[in-house]
């Protein structure tokens, strides 16, 4: 499976951005995908994740704010991102997981999100 992550940028503070994932491949074997994100000296962190049937999770941090959605057809995920602050700021990545696994087994290369104060 590969993952292309777009739509990272420059954004103010209370700005919105929406971040896309289009996955090829062996799409059929993943039951699972999510954003991740890691920012400078800090760890990487699931932001959001989406199943297969459309159950979602969300970090505490990012509730209410961020909006994960996917398109099956579109072999695709996004992350909508409202109300942005300057601790968002972060390279967001996308990733899988296939069916059976624990852990995510397919990442994207990750796009640079910046929020300025």
């Known amino acids: 499976v590969q993952l292309q992550a777009s739509g990272g940028g420059l954004v103010q503070a209370g700005g919105s951005l929406r971040l896309s994932c289009a996955a090829s491949?062996?799409?059929?074997?993943?039951?699972?995908m999510g954003w991740f994100r890691q920012a400078p000296g800090k760890e990487r962190e699931l932001v959001a994740a989406i199943t297969s049937g459309g159950n979602t999770n969300y970090a505490d941090s990012v509730k209410g704010r961020f909006t994960i959605s996917r398109d099956n057809a579109k072999n695709s995920v996004y992350l909508q991102m409202n109300s942005l602050s300057p601790e968002d700021t972060a390279i967001y990545y996308c990733?899988?997981?296939?069916?059976?696994?624990?852990?995510?087994?397919?990442w994207g290369q990750g796009t640079q999100v910046t929020v300025s104060s």
């Open positions: 990733a899988a997981r296939s069916v059976g696994n624990i852990g995510y087994d397919y």
């Open positions: 491949g062996r799409t059929f074997s993943v039951n699972r």
